[in-house]
């Protein structure tokens, strides 16, 4: 997924090991199974300094994934 939607991999395959952001997406998952069906829920939980834990850092992540691909295609237009 990291070749077709960012433009690089993540040598997940190459390793056997999984992404540190792949592994804080999974211990953060009991989240949604609690607050997944109150939909402003996790906004809240998220608002909370502390609170978010591995998701918080998962979707710093990907925001720096995305504005690192972002400046890339910009490039090409």
Same mark, same amino acid.
């Given at each position: 997924?990291?070749? %077709? ?7 997940? +395959? ?10 804080? +997406? ?7 199974? %609690? ?19 591995? +998701? ?13 691909? %972002? ?5 090409? %237009?």
């Amino acid at each position: 997924m990291g070749e %077709i939607g960012l433009g690089k991999s993540y040598g997940m +395959l190459e390793s056997d090991k999984m992404h540190p952001a792949v592994t804080g +997406l999974v211990d953060g998952q009991w989240y949604f199974g %609690i607050f997944g069906a109150i939909p402003w829920a996790v906004r809240l939980l998220f608002s909370i300094p502390g609170a978010g834990g591995q +998701l918080v850092a998962f979707q710093r992540w990907c925001q720096a994934e995305m504005s690192a691909r %972002i400046k890339v295609c910009r490039c090409c %237009i």
